[in-house]
């Protein structure tokens, strides 16, 4: 019994840590976010923050999987509802930038660390492990437009998938630098043409 309250107050204590990372991430990058300033916001010591996070690095890495997953969760919210595998080819890009403008500081947390990571070996080993959340929930609408049996995909997958994230992501990094939605529009909108043009009807 008493084994099992410290691991939930342990759990606990790391999750309110991790928050309170995130929190500091999005308001402040990567370089304004001390360590000493996330565990005050947790409520914590140093040293217990340090016992679970030994760099900054690790933490902040944490932080953003934090952040993420609730992106990730969001986009595939969005992406369920579209019923029509044409409508999930030809609209779920833009419903992808949806989901990435509205967290939008989420990204530009994601773009912080992506320049700090030559100057640390934690983030650089995290640097595959960003995209792929996105690239899995892409994959998962794929799947779904081949299981329908209504539509060929006529480009291959090992092509189409980076072609639609590198898409978004740049939407993304556009988006966070000029928070401009109508030249991003016009841009989807031109993409919606190609991607009319990546599929078959079957039968």
């Given amino acids: ?26 308001e402040t990058g990567y370089a304004g976010t001390s360590v000493r300033a996330i565990a005050s916001r947790a409520g914590v010591a140093i040293g217990n923050l340090q016992y679970y996070f030994p760099t ?7 932080a953003w999987r934090y952040l993420t997953a609730s992106s990730v969760s969001e986009l595939r919210r969005a992406l369920n509802q579209l ?31 992506l320049v700090q990571a030559p100057r640390a070996e934690r983030l650089q080993a995290y640097l595959p492990e960003l995209f792929t959340r996105y690239r899995e929930v892409i994959q998962e609408q794929l799947d779904r437009l081949e299981e329908d049996g209504r539509i060929r995909l006529l480009l291959d997958r090992e092509v189409l998938v980076p072609l639609v994230l590198n898409t978004v992501l740049g939407f993304g990094l ?18 919606r043409q190609l991607a009319a043009s990546l599929v078959e ?3």
Avoid: N
């Fill in 201 to 203: 009807p079957i039968g």
């Fill in 56 to 62: 900054k690095s690790e933490l902040l890495v944490e």
């Fill in 174 to 191: 556009y988006y966070v630098v000029t928070r401009d939605d109508e030249s991003c529009l016009r841009a989807l909108s031109a993409f």
């Fill in 1 to 26: 019994m008493t084994g099992a309250g410290v691991s939930v107050h342990a759990t606990s204590a790391r999750e309110q840590i991790v928050r309170a990372a995130a929190e500091s991430l999005l």
């Fill in 83 to 113: 019923t029509d595998p044409l409508e999930v080819l030809e609209v779920g890009v833009e419903s992808i930038w949806d989901s990435l403008r509205r967290l939008g500081d989420v990204q530009l947390a994601a773009f912080d660390l």
